[in-house]
């Protein structure tokens, strides 16, 4: 039986809605059919230098993708403060949504796309593509194992890299009026993202920003940081910025075992992805070196991360539209909670780093 | 022209003068003349099976080692309670001196110690072996190096090990009469020096603990983490445990380099040690891959670093005693900084984790 292919539209030429058509393209079950920008001629560009499907329209506006019969789902690419309005209107329109990160200005507002999604029917996911490396099955597989990783203890995490001057002055995600949230929905979302899979999604009971975030001339977060603790007693700290050279780390430790990676957001290579992972680990008698050493896992991947998570978010649709499923839960609820402690640690820097306790 | 050897006498038998005993034997230019117990019995029992030279003195107290002409140095790993009365003793018994960390219980009691070995004219080191490894050296010319690392951002370090139900009820690290700092003042230690020695020792002007620290039923630290502010932006997390798998990291960030390295306080080899760096990172034009990526860089050494602090510190007795050099200062300074921050991580627990201002 042939698969099934979900009729993707892109709302907007975004540099990253490149990388998302070409994985449409790869994925099996997916495939642009539409794109829609607020210049035709922009549309038109983008399409040919991307190759899209020869029939795939070509609007001169996101109303018309979102009107057009042959989109099944829409992939939002625009900047933060427009995803409201035109999230809400695609699932309004009974489009499946994939929604670039961060998926809000904050909690609330968030809410009222989950809303719309959740009575129309429309599957949501977010854009954070590492999610779906089969590294990250396997590494969750190395934390819930009590006897490899035993309790989790503490988490770091930081995405940092460094942007040049073009960008502080002219990239969307500077300008409060488009990407109010700065660096910390756009690399702290990543690094938040991190700790809550590494919590296995437990979101914890306070949130308190670390002192010295730097904002720029129009007070958009360009670094910052934040300690997240749980009551339990698990402790983690972030740190996320565009000022500091390109760094993607995180490090779990349990009562029994260390994982660590440095590559967790996009991976050193696109085929092949490595983590290191120690399982009671010690020194050796004299103490002058350990008995055993971590190690290295590496996992191939025909197919890189942001095909697999479009082959992912296609074949819910599917399931959806084939098989009449209900929309998967698990999708909107981590976005929802990667958005709340985001929405903590901006509280927190607001309130003079007090901590900021989160309800549940 | 033979190399004159600094003659070492050692207080206590504690297992870490097991590996420092080695170590003064393997050190050109250090040799173990005397060493000292409150039990004479457990003295010999330790220089038997330590193989320590045949015409060592073996001594029933600490005081008959300071009294020992022909012992130029003691090494003391006494616990961090006794610090302060026979470090002050032993240099004024003009003995240099080679003192496990902490150095002591706070800034105040290390500066009685420091006072006596300056008016004294005796070397003063603490024995944080990895400072001698020459992978640190190799790693301060990259962070030194503008075109390569830049501007230093953030720093990250850690060092956490699983102890057994034996060390919580009976090892001395967790005895408030003994050693009070507990954990904090054993693994925090290392991992407030590593902050420290990336910012090149430049005091931090606030520090603040992570909330959740645990502590044992007597009241001293078992896990605990602190964030550590300077003046002009950067930022430093870290965190220490006896309750977590071994662990130990350092992660330091730049404005054009990215340092990484997971066995900073003993290599995970004896003769070879790694560390990853990267400089102007980035990911490749359509951010599938990294180019370029961070590379291993591996150095070997014939001594362990243990053997190399010996050397070091010898080197420096040598030069007071044959050339009638002044002591160096470094080392004192750096071991009263990372006290310094210790006690103020101690400080903003028993404050309710509120922000400690350092006086420089």
């Not at 490396?133 to 989790?152: I, W, Y």
């Not at 010295?212 to 910052?224: D, H, K, M």
């Amino acid at each position: 039986m042939a698969e099934t292919q979900v009729r993707f539209g892109i709302l907007g030429c975004a540099d990253i809605a490149r990388k998302v058509s070409r994985a449409i393209a790869l994925a099996s079950n997916a495939t642009v059919t539409a794109i829609g920008s607020r210049s035709l001629d922009k549309a038109k560009a983008f399409a040919s230098a991307n190759n899209l499907p020869t029939d795939a329209k070509i609007y001169g506006s996101y109303e018309a993708v979102l009107d057009e019969p042959d989109v099944d789902a829409v992939y939002v690419p625009l900047p933060t403060s427009l995803h409201a309005r035109w999230a809400v209107l695609a699932a309004q329109k009974k489009k499946h949504l994939l929604l670039e990160k961060p998926v809000a200005l904050n909690a609330a507002e968030f809410d009222t796309i989950i809303e719309a999604c959740e009575s129309n029917g429309v599957q949501f996911m977010d854009g954070t593509m590492w999610m779906h490396h089969p590294r990250t099955a396997k590494m969750r597989e190395f934390l819930s194992d009590k006897e490899r990783f035993g309790q989790l203890k503490s988490i770091h995490s930081c995405f940092t890299f460094a942007v040049n001057s073009e960008f502080l002055k002219n990239d969307i995600r500077v300008k409060p009026d488009l990407d109010a949230l700065g660096a910390l929905g756009d690399v702290g979302w990543y690094a938040i993202r991190s700790i809550l899979w590494v919590a296995d999604y437990e979101l914890p009971k306070t949130v308190t920003a670390l002192h010295g975030p730097v904002f720029n001339e129009a007070g958009v977060i360009l670094s910052c940081g934040g300690c997240l603790y749980w009551e339990d007693g698990q402790v983690a700290t972030f740190y996320c910025s565009y000022l500091s050279n390109l760094t993607t780390d995180i490090t779990a430790i349990g009562t029994k075992g260390t994982l660590h990676l440095h590559d967790f957001v996009i991976p050193f290579q696109e085929h092949e992805a490595s983590f290191s992972a120690g399982t009671e680990l010690g020194f050796n008698e004299l103490v002058t070196a350990w008995v055993p050493q971590p190690s290295k896992h590496t996992i191939t991947t025909h197919l890189p991360q942001e095909v697999l998570m479009v082959k992912e978010f296609a074949s819910l649709v599917e399931g959806i539209k084939v098989k009449g499923s209900r929309p998967d839960k698990k999708w909107p609820t981590i976005s929802r909670k990667t958005q709340l402690v985001l929405d903590a640690v901006k509280a927190s820097i607001e309130r003079g780093f007090e901590p900021i306790e989160l309800g549940s």
